[in-house]
């Protein structure tokens, strides 16, 4: 599978933005898929994931109630819709997909495949 993401942009402190994750290739609903970030200077962190179904979501604690993810597996298209944004969510924004484990991986080395990444800039 092949992932695009997009929708990154520079918003103000308190804003909102839809980060979309396109997949192509056959078997999206076969994935769990998951929307990891990186800001300058820091490691990759998780900030999200959905199972293959939808019905399982994790969130990282730091987005818990801000963010919520969601798939549509007509549009092959995995959503990450970001609200309350703050000057810390600045980061470049990357999607994952896993296809081995059920459920819902939140670590690195459970994905396979990645996107290129979408840049997020919050200013205060």
């Known amino acids: 599978v092949q992932l695009q993401a997009s929708g990154g942009g520079l918003v103000q402190a308190g804003d909102s933005l839809k980060l979309s994750c396109a997949a192509s290739?056959?078997?999206?609903?076969?994935?769990?898929v998951g929307w990891f970030r990186q800001a300058p200077g820091k490691e990759r962190e998780f900030v999200a994931a959905?199972?293959?179904?939808?019905?399982?979501?994790k969130y990282a604690d730091s987005v818990k109630g801000r963010f919520t993810i969601s798939r549509d597996n007509a549009k092959t298209t995995v959503y990450l819709q970001m609200n309350s944004l703050k000057p810390e969510d600045t980061a470049v924004y990357y999607c994952?997909?896993?296809?081995?484990?059920?459920?819902?991986?939140?670590?690195?080395?459970?994905?396979?495949?990645w996107g290129q990444g979408t840049e997020v800039t919050v200013s205060s």
């Open positions: 290739g056959y078997g999206f609903s076969m994935y769990a």
């Open positions: 994952a997909a896993d296809h081995r484990r059920d459920g819902v991986p939140r670590y690195i080395r459970d994905y396979d495949y």
């Open positions: 959905i199972d293959r179904s939808g019905g399982s979501i």
